[in-house]
């Protein structure tokens, strides 16, 4: 099974075997390795939180497990720092 994973404004768009799963930016609290091949998109929620295999994910094509957290992070900070309607120029802390 592959897992694309995109850029869709306020949420991350996540598509795996048909089914395509929106996830707040707002609502993930941390991107963290959980396994040496697993990666956690953390909401706070344990029922909500997403775990996926780094060797499942075919977008973003990224060269690391590490390349594709920091590329996670940067398109949450730009949404949650730049785009709200709070016009705070500080990124979240994460």
Not at 26 to 34: F, G, L
Not at 69 to 80: A, Q, R
Request: charged residues 25%.
């Amino acid at each position: 099974m592959s897992y694309q994973i995109s850029n869709n404004g306020p949420s991350l768009k996540i598509i795996y075997a048909g089914a395509e799963v929106s996830v707040s930016k707002r609502s993930i609290q941390e991107i963290t390795v959980v396994r040496e091949d697993i990666i956690k998109i953390d909401t706070g929620n344990k029922c909500d939180s997403v775990y996926i295999r780094r060797s499942q994910i075919t977008i973003p094509v990224v060269g690391s497990i590490t390349d594709l957290i920091d590329e996670l992070n940067v398109w949450i900070t730009e949404s949650v720092c730049c785009s709200s309607d709070e016009g705070s120029d500080t990124p979240p802390t994460r």
